[in-house]
């Protein structure tokens, strides 16, 4: 298929690229700046989802867009951008890729939503919401088949311009997040899914990490002193967790991905384990990219 991806010069676009191509596909980043890295078979459009004109042709031909643009956490935390600039990307935008969408019968949508939509005190998370009221107005008023993917945080360790050094992403990672692979993962099943069925409801599909932890672990945790659950999966990394600022005692806070399961077989591969041994391995320069 000729899959679409909005703002895919970023980080999840990049990341989604290559596996695009390997799977046969013909990958379409359209960004308002160049991606880093254009490999053979993708093909690069320099345009925004806000040029109404534009979009008609930027979207002839394509049978599925992934929508990715959006501007993030990071872009409020650091006073980059205010309320109208979160409201013209995060919900005009929206509204703008999935009316052109529906206006040329492109009917295969994968929006990318966000765990934030669960805390509505930030201009971002309520930008998200209206994005995924969107998503789904578009989805049962013009039969679109759209699934809604609510990853955790996915900033990659190799964004430099967040996370200078392995350690501190490691340490964003231990409070809760998810590796940007498996968000990838989640996005190729989705289009696998778009591609084989119709869907008669939108699903919401909320992606997080990988755990060694138990419920039982979780549910008890740190009962036999603090530190001993950590110690019962990584006892040989405790004193290297507590070198790189990595807290032993606290407990991770994991969320259901029972209906990413369900309906798309995802099966998130990085946990903590990795965490550890890419520290033990790499230190601060952190494991190469693949
Ligand atoms: N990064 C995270 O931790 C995280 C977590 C959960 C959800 N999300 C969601 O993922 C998306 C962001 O993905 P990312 O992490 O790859 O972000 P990113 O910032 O790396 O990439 C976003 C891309 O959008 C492009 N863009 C900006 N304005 C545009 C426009 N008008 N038209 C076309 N492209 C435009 C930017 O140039 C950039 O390349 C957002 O929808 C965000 O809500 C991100």
Not at 146 to 151: E, Q
């Amino acid at each position: 298929m000729k899959i679409l991806l909005t703002g895919g010069s970023g980080d999840l676009g990049q990341t989604l690229v290559p596996r695009l191509l390997v799977s046969g596909h013909v990958p379409v980043i359209l960004d308002i700046r160049e991606p880093t890295d254009l490999p053979g078979g993708a093909i690069f459009v320099q345009g925004s989802v806000l040029d109404r004109r534009g979009l008609s042709a930027f979207f002839l031909g394509i049978d599925c867009i992934v929508h990715i643009a959006g501007w993030h956490g990071i872009h409020e935390s650091n006073g980059e951008k205010n309320a109208h600039d979160f409201f013209d990307l995060n919900v005009r935008g929206t509204f703008e890729v999935f009316e052109a969408a529906t206006s040329l019968g492109i009917d295969k949508i994968v929006h990318i939503s966000t765990t934030s939509v669960h805390r509505p005190n930030t201009l971002y998370a309520r930008s998200k919401i209206l994005g995924e009221r969107i998503a789904e107005d578009y989805a049962i008023e013009k039969s679109m088949n759209v699934v809604i993917l609510r990853p955790r945080g996915f900033i990659p360790y190799w964004n430099k311009a967040v996370y200078t050094r392995f350690s501190e992403w490691a340490q964003w990672f231990w409070r809760g997040a998810v590796h940007i692979d498996d968000v990838a993962s989640a996005v190729m099943q989705s289009i696998d899914l778009l591609s084989r069925q119709q869907l008669d409801l939108v699903p919401v599909l909320t992606l997080d990490s990988a755990y060694e932890y138990t419920d039982d672990d979780l549910k008890n945790w740190d009962a036999n002193g603090a530190g001993s659950t950590f110690r019962k999966y990584y006892a040989d990394f405790y004193d290297l967790a507590i070198s790189y600022g990595l807290d032993p005692t606290a407990k991770p806070n994991r969320l259901d991905i029972v209906e990413a399961v369900r309906w798309l077989g995802y099966k998130p591969t990085y946990s903590l384990a990795n965490i550890l041994s890419e520290l033990a391995a790499h230190g601060d320069r952190g494991p190469p990219r693949t």
